[in-house]
Every structure is written in C-alpha cells, then in structure tokens.
C-alpha cells in the first residue's frame, strides 16, 4: 500500500467503505444517517493520519471510529436515546472479547455478509428512480464522491448530490433488513439491474468525448464479484457476473491508439484478457451448475462466450447465438434484445432476415443503434443512400462524441 497518508486512507476507504456503512446501518438502522457516520470517520482519517502516521490496521481504525461517532451521535438525539443502550453493550462486549479497540478483529463474518448484502438490496431498492439507485450504490458501496459519480456520468455535480440526498431521504423509514424471502427474487432483479448499468455505463459511455469509462467497469465488476460471493445460489447473479467478465475482458481491444471505437469482428483478439475469459467461463459454469432454468444474464453470458470462444472472426457461431437471442428474447421480449437478434441472424442467415426483424421493431425513440445496424445491413445488401440517411440519423441521436465520428466516417465512403 501506498506510504502517502493520503493515498492509504483513500484506497482503505475504497475497499471498505460498503463494510464499514452496512455495519453503521445495522446498528442506528438509517443507511442515511450510517453513511453520514461513516463519511464523518473518513474526514478524522485525513486530519489525523497525516499528521500522527497511518495505524497499524487502518480499516479497524475507521470502524472503531465510525462506531464511536455512531453512540456520539445517538447520545445527543433524544429520538435515538434507546439505541444507545445496545450499540454501547456491543461495543463493551467486543472490546472485552478482542482486549483492543480494534474492530476488525471480532466482527462476526456471517454478520458482515448479512450487512452488507442487506445494503446492496436497501441501496438497489426498487422504490427508487433508476438514476438514484446508480447513484446511491456508488456512493455507499463503492466509496465514490459525488464529484466522480458526476464525472463519471457526465451530469453535474448538483444533480447527482440532490439524487443521494433523495434517495437517502426515501430510505429514511425503512427497516435496515433483508427483504423476506417472497420478495427477494425482484428486489434482487433491481440489485442485478443497478449493477449492469454502472457496467455499460463505464463499458460504452452514453455521452462525453470517450468511449469507456474503466473506473466504473472495474466497480461493477468488483460489485459483482461481492454479489456473487453474497448470494451463491443465485444463477443470475453468477451470469451478470460471467457477463461482465466476459466483455470487460476485450477493454485493450475496444480502441485504437487514438481511442477511436473498434468494433467487435475488426478487433484484435490476442489483446483480449484471457484471465477474464476464464473467470468468466467458470462464473457461468457456476449458474449452470444450480441446474435453474437460465435468465437473461445467464444467457447473456453465454452469447458472450460464444465470441469469446472464436479465435477468428469467421469461427463466431453465429447459429448458435441466434438462437440463444431467441431464448434471451423469450425471457426478455424488448425492443434492444430484438436488435441484437436482428444482428446475430443476419450474420448467420443473411442481412435480408436481420432486415426483416429490425423493420418489426418500429420506432425505438433516441435509441441510435437501431439506425447504425439497419445502415450496416443496408449497406451490405447494396442499398447505399439509405445506409448513409440511416448512419447520419445514427449520429445526430448519439451523445457520445466517439461513436458519432465512428457513424460519421462509415456514412462518408457510401457516398
């Protein structure tokens, strides 16, 4: 670890701030108030440590800190004055039990786990909007600032403060507990869901002037991998998290040096991480093996794997995944999963019958790469002019600087 005071409290908190907030919130039972507990332990950690050296173990440090704010706290809120009593009790017990102050040597590791994946389902709560699920996650289980939530998805910094303070707010009265079992399949649907958009999110950037964003990639996937660990018998979480794996795994690839967009089928598979590829592999192996019907995740992560099985371009088996679209459609009846079958079917049966599938669609308002694919088969079917209409309409309607002046320069040589 770094030797910068600094640096060590930034990279502790990184790692343990979701530990430290989902222990917070079992015992003053606000996720709000929790992470505000926790953020206060954070600021002491880059006053002290500075100045008096970095502790022996840092992450026991910020919890036994955290916890002591937590009973200031809850001493000077009549409100609150009941719990005192218990956290007190805890803290007693435990310091009793460990002969120290530090924490981290007597948390109970099935109570950190329940902690935590009771966070992951309060933060991911399906009574919040989308935009403030996003939000609230990074903050409180990935340790963001609000200023890298906002510059990581390019909107202000006052949007996306107001969208935790929201969310934090709507959270306010709600027991920190795991949902009950009738109800975890959807609140873990809306977990999974949150998890992927910060994926695509860092993977293919909506808006800005580059095409990935690799810090939030890495935070999904970490999330991911914690999920999984989490809730093990859960064969969705095990296919997002084979998916993720499996398409964070062609990052090197995705950009030329000058970090212009390249498409699957011209990128260079050697840069592929093969490290990747196997944990995927084995993620998905892991879904499989619960012997549960697949979801959209799991298949997903099995067209991925598809591609990534293929050494060259001409060995994707493109069959196969066009009927594992026809599945993933059969789960998922959307309109962008019908897009990506267009595609898989042209390639396996030609662009006449992707054609035939994306003209079924209809109209898929804002979304550009309905546009760009019908241009590229339009193209490879010989019917230039409308292959350059679809490309320039493809390139008004996205916001990503990149992958406009990609649609721009595949519109120019049909000409």
Same mark, same amino acid.
């Given at each position: 670890?770094?030797?910068?005071?600094?640096?060590?409290?930034?990279?502790?908190?990184?790692?343990?701030?979701?530990?430290?907030?989902?222990?917070?919130?079992?015992?003053?039972?606000?996720?709000?108030l929790?992470?505000?507990?926790?953020?206060?332990?954070? /600021?002491?950690?880059?006053?002290?440590?500075?100045?008096?050296?970095?502790?022996?173990?840092?992450?026991?440090?910020?919890?036994?800190?955290?916890?002591?704010?937590?009973?200031?706290?809850?001493?000077?809120?009549?409100?609150?004055?009941?719990?005192?009593?218990?956290?007190?009790?805890?803290?007693?017990?435990?310091?009793?039990?460990?002969?120290?102050?530090?924490?981290?040597?007597?948390?109970?590791?099935?109570?950190?786990?329940?902690?935590?994946?009771?966070?992951?389902?309060?933060?991911?709560?399906?009574?919040?909007?989308?935009?403030?699920?996003?939000?609230?996650?990074?903050?409180?289980?990935?340790g963001?600032?609000?200023?890298?939530?906002?510059?990581?998805? /390019?909107?202000?910094?006052?949007?996306?403060?107001?969208?935790?303070?929201?969310?934090?707010?709507?959270?306010?009265?709600?027991?920190?507990?795991?949902?009950p079992?009738?109800e975890?399949?959807?609140?873990?649907?809306?977990?999974?869901?949150?998890?992927?958009?910060?994926?695509?999110e860092?993977?293919?950037?909506?808006?800005?002037?580059?095409?990935?964003?690799p810090?939030?990639t890495?935070e999904?996937l970490?999330?991911?991998?914690?999920?999984?660990?989490?809730?093990?018998?859960?064969?969705?979480?095990?296919?997002?998290?084979?998916?993720?794996?499996?398409?964070?795994?062609?990052?090197?690839?995705?950009?030329?040096?000058?970090?212009?967009?390249v498409?699957?089928?011209?990128?260079?598979?050697?840069?592929?991480?093969?490290?990747?590829?196997?944990?995927?592999?084995?993620?998905?192996?892991?879904?499989?093996?619960?012997?549960?019907?697949?979801?959209?995740? /799991?298949?997903?992560?099995?067209?991925? +794997?598809?591609?990534?099985?293929?050494?060259?371009?001409?060995?994707?088996?493109?069959?196969?995944?066009?009927?594992?679209?026809?599945?993933?459609?059969?789960?998922?009846?959307?309109?962008?999963?019908?897009?990506?079958?267009?595609?898989?079917?042209?390639?396996a049966?030609?662009?006449?019958?992707?054609?035939?599938?994306?003209?079924?669609?209809?109209?898929?308002?804002?979304?550009?790469?309905?546009?760009?694919?019908?241009?590229?088969?339009?193209?490879?079917?010989?019917?230039?002019a409308?292959?350059?209409?679809?490309?320039?309409?493809?390139?008004?309607l996205t916001?990503?600087?990149r992958e406009?002046?990609?649609?721009?320069r595949r +519109?120019?040589p049909i000409?």
């Amino acid at each position: 670890m770094s030797r910068d005071p600094r640096a060590t409290v930034e990279a502790v908190w990184r790692l343990e701030a979701a530990h430290i907030v989902a222990a917070l919130a079992r015992l003053v039972r606000d996720v709000g108030l929790a992470e505000e507990l926790a953020q206060d332990a954070l /600021v002491l950690a880059l006053e002290e440590w500075p100045a008096k050296g970095v502790p022996p173990n840092p992450a026991g440090w910020l919890m036994t800190t955290a916890r002591h704010r937590a009973i200031d706290r809850l001493r000077r809120d009549d409100r609150l004055a009941d719990k005192v009593a218990e956290i007190g009790r805890d803290v007693e017990a435990a310091q009793r039990t460990a002969g120290t102050a530090d924490f981290d040597a007597v948390l109970d590791p099935d109570d950190v786990r329940d902690d935590l994946l009771t966070l992951i389902f309060m933060a991911c709560h399906p009574a919040l909007p989308t935009e403030s699920r996003v939000a609230l996650t990074l903050r409180v289980l990935g340790g963001l600032a609000t200023d890298e939530i906002a510059r990581a998805f /390019v909107v202000p910094e006052a949007t996306v403060a107001q969208r935790i303070v929201r969310a934090k707010r709507a959270l306010a009265g709600r027991r920190f507990e795991l949902p009950p079992a009738a109800e975890r399949a959807e609140r873990l649907s809306s977990v999974l869901e949150v998890v992927y958009l910060i994926f695509n999110e860092g993977y293919t950037a909506t808006a800005g002037d580059e095409w990935m964003r690799p810090e939030l990639t890495h935070e999904a996937l970490r999330l991911g991998r914690v999920l999984a660990g989490l809730a093990p018998h859960e064969p969705e979480v095990h296919g997002l998290v084979a998916l993720m794996e499996i398409q964070a795994s062609r990052t090197a690839a995705r950009v030329d040096r000058d970090g212009t967009p390249v498409p699957l089928l011209e990128q260079n598979r050697g840069r592929w991480d093969q490290l990747l590829i196997r944990r995927g592999y084995a993620a998905l192996l892991s879904a499989e093996r619960l012997g549960k019907p697949p979801g959209p995740y /799991v298949l997903q992560a099995a067209i991925a +794997a598809c591609h990534a099985r293929a050494r060259r371009p001409e060995d994707t088996d493109w069959v196969a995944i066009a009927a594992l679209y026809g599945s993933l459609r059969a789960v998922t009846p959307t309109p962008v999963v019908e897009v990506n079958r267009a595609v898989a079917v042209a390639m396996a049966y030609g662009p006449e019958r992707g054609l035939e599938i994306l003209d079924g669609i209809g109209e898929l308002r804002g979304y550009h790469l309905l546009p760009s694919v019908r241009g590229d088969l339009l193209a490879r079917l010989g019917r230039t002019a409308e292959a350059r209409a679809e490309f320039a309409r493809a390139a008004e309607l996205t916001r990503n600087e990149r992958e406009r002046a990609v649609l721009l320069r595949r +519109a120019d040589p049909i000409i």
